[in-house]
C-alpha cells in the first residue's frame, strides 16, 4: 500500500493497491450490494494473470475520509496489440514500440463496459466535485507510475460534460456500442422474424439452416475448465483479425469470470460432430442481455454461418429470459445493424504524451475508420412499423 497527496485543487491522499489480497476492510464497506468493485468481484484480470495487464486499486480521501474508490488497469503496449494492413506501417509501429515501450493507463476496465469501475461514497457529490476527484485521482496515477497516455473508458455523462471542456483530452467520437430495445410483446423469434422487412428476412431464414447439424450447449464451470484451451484459441481466432485489440485474454479470463459471476455470467460452446467450433459468452443483468467474448473456426464459420448464428442466438436467449436490452457490444458494427441493432454513443477520451505515440495512434485509428467504414449506419431491418412504435 501506498498513500500519496494530490497538490492539485482539493486536498487528496491516495492508498494504491496492486492486489485484492492487500485491499483493507474499508474498501467493501463503502461499496453497494454487488457492485463490480467489491473484492469478489474485481480481481477476475489480476487471478488470470492476462498478460501487459496490471490491475490498480485506488482509495482516495478527501480531510482523511474515503471518498472514492476506482480500478485502473496498466497496459504495456506491444506491436501483437495491432494488426496493421500495411506491413511496412505494422513494421515501423514495431520498431517504434520496441524504443519508446509505451505504457497506458486505463480509467475503467479493458474487458468489461456492463459495470462502472469507480464508485462515489456520496452520491449527493454535485458534478463537477465528482469531475475533480475522478480526473485528480486518474491524473495523480498516471503520474505516479510515469505512464504515457491514458484513456478513459465508458465516463458517465455528468462527468464527460465536464472532460469536453479540457484541451488536453480528445474524446473518441466514434465509440459505438450496438443494442436492441426488445418489444415487451416479444414472447419468441418469432415475433422478430415477423418485424422484419422482407428482404432480412429471407437473409435470417438462410442463415438459420446454415446451422445445421451444430449443437449449443451452455457450459458449467467445469466444462469451461475442460476445454480452455480449445476455447481460448477459438478467441483467438476472431482477436487476431481485428486492427487494434488493446489487451488479449487467456483461457482463465473465462474461468474466473464464471466463478465470480456464477449463474450471472453464461458460456456457450458449439460443437460440430462433438468438436467445439465456437463459444459465445454473456454478463446477465436483471434487464439485460449483454453478450461478452465469442470465439469461432473461421473455416468453419463460412460454411455454418456460425457469427451471424451466434448474434441470433443471443437474441433468442434475450427475449427467452424476458430481457428488456441486448447489448452486443463495439465491434462487427455493420453486421450488427443488419440484425437491427443502434448505436448508443460513449464518452470516452484519451490523452497522449509522446508526439511519436500520437502520430502512430491517429495512423491507426484512421485505419480503423476505414475499415469499419458508414455502410452500417444505413440498415434498418424493421418494419417501419417498428420504428414507429420505438419512437
Not at 464451470?221 to 488493446?246: C, G, K, W
Not at 460454411?303 to 448474434?311: D, E, M, T, V, W
Request: proline share 3%; charged share 25%; glycine share 2%.
Amino acid at each position: 500500500m501506498r498513500c500519496h497527496k494530490s497538490k492539485q485543487h482539493v486536498q487528496l491522499a491516495y492508498d494504491i493497491y496492486q492486489s485484492v489480497q492487500t485491499l483493507p476492510p474499508e474498501w467493501d464497506k463503502h461499496l453497494p450490494e454487488g457492485h463490480a468493485l467489491l473484492k469478489q468481484n474485481i480481481a477476475t484480470v489480476e487471478l488470470s494473470q492476462i498478460s501487459d495487464v496490471q490491475s490498480l486499486y485506488v482509495l482516495c480521501k478527501e480531510n482523511n475520509q474515503i471518498v472514492f474508490c476506482a480500478y485502473y488497469q496498466i497496459l504495456r503496449v506491444k506491436p501483437y496489440h495491432f494488426a496493421c494492413q500495411n506491413k511496412l506501417q505494422q513494421r515501423s509501429l514495431q520498431i517504434a514500440l520496441f524504443a519508446l515501450r509505451p505504457t497506458l493507463l486505463v480509467a475503467g476496465h479493458l474487458f468489461r463496459h456492463d459495470a462502472k469501475f469507480h464508485h462515489f461514497v456520496s452520491q449527493e457529490l454535485p458534478a463537477k466535485k465528482k469531475e475533480e476527484h475522478y480526473i485528480q485521482t486518474t491524473e495523480f496515477v498516471l503520474n505516479k507510475y510515469r505512464l504515457t497516455g491514458v484513456f478513459l473508458k465508458d465516463v458517465p455523462t455528468e462527468i464527460a460534460n465536464y472532460i469536453l471542456l479540457k484541451d488536453h483530452y480528445k474524446q473518441m467520437t466514434e465509440d459505438v456500442s450496438m443494442y436492441i430495445n426488445i418489444p415487451s410483446s416479444w414472447s419468441s423469434m418469432i415475433d422478430y422474424q415477423q418485424a422484419l422487412k422482407h428482404k432480412y428476412l429471407q437473409r435470417y431464414k438462410k442463415i438459420e439452416k446454415q446451422l445445421d447439424v451444430i449443437q449449443v450447449k451452455e457450459l458449467s464451470l467445469e466444462d469451461i475448465i475442460q476445454n480452455n484451451n480449445i476455447i481460448e484459441s477459438l478467441y483467438l481466432q476472431v482477436a487476431n483479425h481485428q486492427i487494434v485489440r488493446m489487451g488479449k485474454l487467456n483461457a482463465a479470463f473465462f474461468t474466473e469470470m464464471k466463478k465470480s459471476m456464477m449463474e450471472d455470467y453464461i458460456v456457450y460452446g458449439w460443437f460440430l460432430e462433438n468438436k467445439m467450433v465456437a463459444f459465445s459468452s454473456a454478463i446477465i443483468k436483471q434487464d439485460t442481455y449483454d453478450m461478452n467474448y465469442i470465439g469461432f473456426d473461421y473455416t468453419i464459420n463460412q460454411s455454418h454461418a456460425i457469427y451471424f448464428n451466434i448474434l441470433f442466438h443471443c437474441l433468442q436467449q434475450a427475449i427467452r429470459t424476458q430481457k428488456s436490452k441486448l447489448i452486443l457490444g463495439r465491434t462487427a458494427l455493420e453486421a450488427k445493424a443488419i440484425l437491427g441493432c443502434e448505436p448508443q454513443y460513449e464518452y470516452s477520451f484519451y490523452t497522449l504524451r509522446h508526439p511519436i505515440v500520437r502520430w502512430f495512434y491517429k495512423r491507426v485509428a484512421k485505419g480503423f475508420r476505414e475499415q469499419v467504414g458508414e455502410k452500417w449506419k444505413d440498415r434498418h431491418p424493421f418494419k417501419s412499423e417498428f420504428y414507429k412504435k420505438s419512437s
